[in-house]
């Protein structure tokens, strides 16, 4: 019966849903601007709906629906995402969706990284997708006219054009992984910047790279604990031992707390991009909402949000999970604030369940430690010389 009712209600909520959907104005569109840096665009009408794209302060939407929370955005034909109301300022009503030209583009090679400048009037939505080792940037509501546009220095890896609607498409095409990539915005439109393949020597592949770690939690946020023990200081304590044994392989390391203290997300995220980061490894032990469910899962598991990035999230689960002995809890796909960055290539590591007696006891071993910190080394080595070993 319970199950009937549910299944009753469910199909019948999204229906509703719709049909409650204003139109913004006796026009169409009502012009949107973005109140804050990190704002999200959902696809659905809910703060916990999948994240498709971040935008910056300023950026402007065109909305065509909406319902109490919630904005529709029709970012290109019929495709649909939500902005939260009390995230956008609405500057007006206006009958048809504006577009902007894009005024120059220009490239800039440096030593490690191509840079574009997209110079556009406004900042337009936009979607990074990556397709095997190429990089495909879209920024909506923005055309290309070769006649009117300047185009300065272009390199061959670089192709652009104008899609369906208005739409302008940027790629990137490489024949190594992708190591990172970041939009940022210009004081005209956007400045879009693509790492290049680290030359890996595959005797030391962690010679000059640079890896930010993250020991999850701190201060008051004590993270996950059981049998008297806290996961902050776990992590902090094998985050530490972790950046021993990277120096000592020749990595630049960088954590973005050294005591115990609360530290934003955000400014996490904020550090090892200011850091100038390859690499960024969010330090975990993990647990269950209930503590009974410990039967249920074990082990060592990592979490990549960014595709770059899954190659990293699987060598350091194999690697862990071999020195370890622990059980496979996978590599996961998960939005987190620490997963989510596409610069430095970004992962979250359990080194294993601080609930589960056997896992604890390893986990809080200082011996132990510096196997698991050793093994999280190895992982990131075997990335490297996986992706980029054969490069040069
Ligand atoms: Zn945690």
Redesign the pocket.
């Known amino acids: 019966m319970k199950k009937t009712l549910v299944l009753l209600l469910l199909s019948v909520i999204p229906a509703l849903a719709v049909e409650e959907l204003k139109d913004v104005g006796i026009s169409k569109y009502a012009v949107l601007e973005v109140l804050k840096d990190n704002t999200p665009l959902r696809e659905k009408a809910d703060e916990y709906a999948t994240r498709v794209t971040h935008l910056f302060k300023d950026a402007v939407l065109f909305a065509d629906k909406q319902n109490d929370n919630y904005y529709r955005v029709e970012l290109k034909d019929g495709k649909y995402v939500w902005v939260n109301k009390k995230q956008v300022e609405v500057q007006g009503i206006i009958p048809e969706k504006r577009f902007d030209n894009i005024e120059k583009i220009s490239f800039k090679q440096e030593r490690d990284r191509y840079i574009a400048n997209i110079n556009t009037p406004s900042k337009s939505a936009f979607i990074f997708k990556e397709a095997g080792n190429s990089l495909n940037f879209t920024l909506f509501d923005n055309r290309f006219d070769p006649t009117e546009a300047e185009v300065k220095n272009k390199e061959d890896n670089f192709k652009f054009a104008n899609l369906i609607s208005n739409e302008f498409n940027l790629e990137y095409e490489s024949y190594t992984p992708l190591f990172g990539y970041i939009a940022q915005k210009a004081e005209k439109g956007y400045v879009v910047t693509i790492k290049k393949s680290p030359k890996i020597n595959v005797k030391k592949p962690l010679k000059h790279i640079k890896i930010v770690i993250d020991p999850?939690?701190g201060g008051d946020e004590k993270?996950?604990t059981a049998f008297n023990l806290e996961?902050k200081t776990i992590?902090l304590q094998i985050s530490k031992k972790l950046k021993n044994e990277l120096k000592k392989r020749g990595a630049k390391v960088y954590l973005t707390r050294t005591k115990d203290k609360k530290v934003g997300l955000y400014e996490r995220t904020a550090y090892a991009l200011q850091k100038d980061a390859d690499i960024l490894l969010s330090i975990?032990?993990n647990s269950l909402p209930n503590p009974k469910d410990v039967y249920k899962k074990h082990g060592v598991g990592t979490y990549f949000y960014n595709k770059q990035a899954e190659p990293l999230a699987r060598n350091i689960k194999d690697s862990l999970k071999e020195a370890t002995g622990f059980k496979d809890d996978g590599v996961n796909y998960a939005s987190f604030a620490l997963t989510r960055p596409t610069l430095p290539v970004s992962v979250l590591v359990e080194c294993g369940y601080i609930i589960d007696a056997d896992e604890a006891g390893y986990i809080s071993n200082e011996k132990k430690q510096k196997i698991i910190a050793k093994a999280i080394v190895k992982g990131v080595e075997n990335y490297l010389v996986e992706s980029f070993g054969n490069s040069y």
């Open positions: 999850g939690h993270g996950a996961e992590n975990h032990q």
